[in-house]
């Protein structure tokens, strides 16, 4: 299994739509999860932090599943301005380095 | 609100010359990082920086790389002679501690960097 991978995408959805992402990771040992967000050619800007079972901030929820090395992302009523490359990022040990998923494209259409 | 900042924005250069990015991270950090995204690939681990030495890097990190805070405030990377193919986004990160919430890392804009 790859360290981090993700829904290939991309997700083109219509305003308001709920949309889930889903990643998996290797390293069983991960303690802490991310998910980031990256518009084109930008910086990857921080969404979410996940430590527990989950976490949640508006419209945007992330779920961990430690058994199953299963993060997801869950964005409900999806804005125009969510479109954007989504990075699910894992801890390669305690702190350190961040070892970044692929991304899934998120494209919310008019 | 504090932020990574980095330069130059954009960097074009000719293969074997050197480059150096700078990087001024944020002013409470103490852990600092270098990634890289080739276009249309995944961002990549370079290399992370605690109390003025290297503290992991990966195996692109190689003997033409190097890294330096030269003062309180700034964080180079330096790539000596530079190959076509270290064409990439050059992304610096930086985060308060290890563990918790407070490893979470914070990224600058990012040095375009071009190698012809």
């Known amino acids: 299994r790859k360290e981090v991978e993700q829904d290939p995408g991309p997700f083109n959805v219509p305003e308001g739509a709920t949309v889930a992402f889903n990643c998996t990771y290797s390293n069983s040992a991960s303690q802490s999860f991310f998910w980031y967000r990256q518009d084109c050619r930008k910086e990857p800007k921080l969404l979410m932090s996940?430590?527990?079972s989950g976490n949640e901030d508006g419209r945007f929820t992330a779920q961990l599943n430690r058994a199953s090395q299963y993060i997801s992302l869950l964005i409900r009523d999806s804005k125009l301005s969510d479109s954007a490359t989504y990075l699910c990022v894992v801890p390669k040990s305690y702190g350190q380095n961040f070892v970044f998923g692929p991304g899934t494209r998120l494209s919310v259409l008019p | 609100e504090p932020e990574v900042t980095q330069t130059p924005s954009h960097q074009v250069t000719q293969m074997g010359q050197e480059v150096i990015l700078r990087c001024v991270p944020i002013?409470?950090?103490?852990?600092f990082y270098w990634y890289r995204q080739i276009l249309g690939q995944k961002v990549e681990f370079l290399v992370s920086f605690y109390n003025n030495e290297i503290s992991e890097k990966s195996e692109i990190f190689d003997d033409q790389f190097s890294v330096e805070r030269p003062d309180g405030s700034n964080f180079t990377l330096k790539i000596r002679s530079t190959k076509l193919e270290d064409s990439a986004m050059y992304f610096c990160a930086s985060s308060e501690t290890l563990g918790g919430a407070s490893e979470t890392q914070y990224f600058g804009p990012g040095t375009r960097l071009l190698v012809l």
């Open positions: 002013s409470n950090h103490l852990y």
């Open positions: 996940v430590y527990s």
